[in-house]
């Protein structure tokens, strides 16, 4: 029987195993339910919001620091 197995095995080509390995472990994900999925979508819009707030300011200081420096 353990001849059998391999003998499968081997037959079985690249594409093969990796489809039936990703679905192997994508059975073992702990899938978020909708609120969680609904909760974490918004804290990453507000992080990107806020970033991108921070990096428009520091981007305005330093356009007004070149500015100040090169006395244009």
């Known amino acids: 029987m353990a001849e059998k197995e391999k003998k499968v095995r081997k037959s079985e080509n690249a594409v093969q195993r990796y489809f039936r390995e990703t679905?192997?472990?994508?059975?073992k994900?702990?899938?978020?339910?909708?609120?969680?999925?609904?909760?974490?979508?918004?804290l990453v819009l507000l992080v990107m919001v806020i970033?991108?707030?921070?990096?428009?300011?520091?981007?305005?200081?330093?356009?007004?620091?070149?500015?100040l420096v090169l006395g244009i």
Request: net charge negative; charged share 15%.
């Open 23 to 27: 679905t192997g472990e994508l059975r």
């Open 29 to 42: 994900v702990s899938w978020p339910t909708w609120p969680e999925a609904r909760h974490l979508t918004q």
């Open 51 to 67: 970033v991108g707030l921070f990096l428009a300011t520091i981007d305005y200081l330093s356009g007004l620091l070149i500015n």
